[in-house]
């Protein structure tokens, strides 16, 4: 059978539990920014982070510290023909994001529902709700106008998906928590649940939106998931940064890394 390569599915790593960390003891340790060029230097593609509301991880500053940091390490590696890397900020919908996304000037900004007294986004948006509808047309308008890139968390009902385009948003990431429960009870529920993604993914292709993923993936899932179709980026926090607690952040990058490249081949 023939084979045909697609361009690698980038890993973008959601350094929030590392700030958690951190705020338990209060102090500056472990550091955000030290641990962001550790897993830059290993071969991600970029950093994510969710600075919510009550910085519960992500502050303020840290949001300005990375946004600094990263202007520093591109212009570094640029000047050696390295590509650049990456800055993606998720968040709720609201002015409060809105006024920090357009402070730090990320390349993306992912959109996010977010819930009152939730532990981590478990859910898409649902455009067909004209509140949800409405509260997004004029934020995804200004951060196309500055040229930041917009990502809609979204599940897998594709009948949403021309609302996505009728946003100006560029891209949707697939909410992957679904998917993560049902590889974690076996291989055969894995492999039916990622045939809805499957769909999903060309169905946002054939609207001309590009398609990222987030949400409990791990080397072992991802042996599955990286073959999904039109896979352009994967967010990866909390389970990336648990594997590193064994086996070192360098190791799990480049695991993570040797994963997705051979999600490549179809």
Known sequence: MKSFFFPMTQLSVNVNKIATLRNSRGGSIPSVIQIS????????????????????????????????????????????????????IEGEPSERFLNLVLAAKPDQA????????????????????????????????RLNEVGIRVSLFMETGFEDYPLVKELGAERIELYTGPFANAYDK??????????????????????????NAGHDLDTNNLKLFAKLPYLAEVSIGHRLVSQSLVDGMDKTIKDYLRVLSQGNEV
Do not use: W
């Not at 819930?115 to 509140?131: A, C, M, V, W, Y």
């Open 37 to 88: 060029e550790i897993i830059l230097d290993a071969g991600a593609y970029g950093i994510t982070i969710h600075p919510r509301e009550d910085e519960r991880h992500i502050t303020k500053q840290d949001v300005f510290e990375i946004q600094n940091f990263l202007n520093s390490y591109n212009t570094k590696i640029t000047k050696s023909g390295a590509p650049k890397k990456e800055f993606n």
């Open 186 to 211: 076996s291989l055969e529920e894995g492999l039916s649940c990622f045939q809805s993604y499957e769909l999903a993914a060309k169905e946002a292709h054939k609207l001309g939106l590009g398609v």
């Open 110 to 141: 992912t959109l996010v529902p977010v819930k009152p007294g939730e532990i981590t986004s478990d859910h898409g948006f649902d455009l067909k709700n004209k509140t949800v509808f409405q509260t997004l047309k004029p934020m995804v308008k």
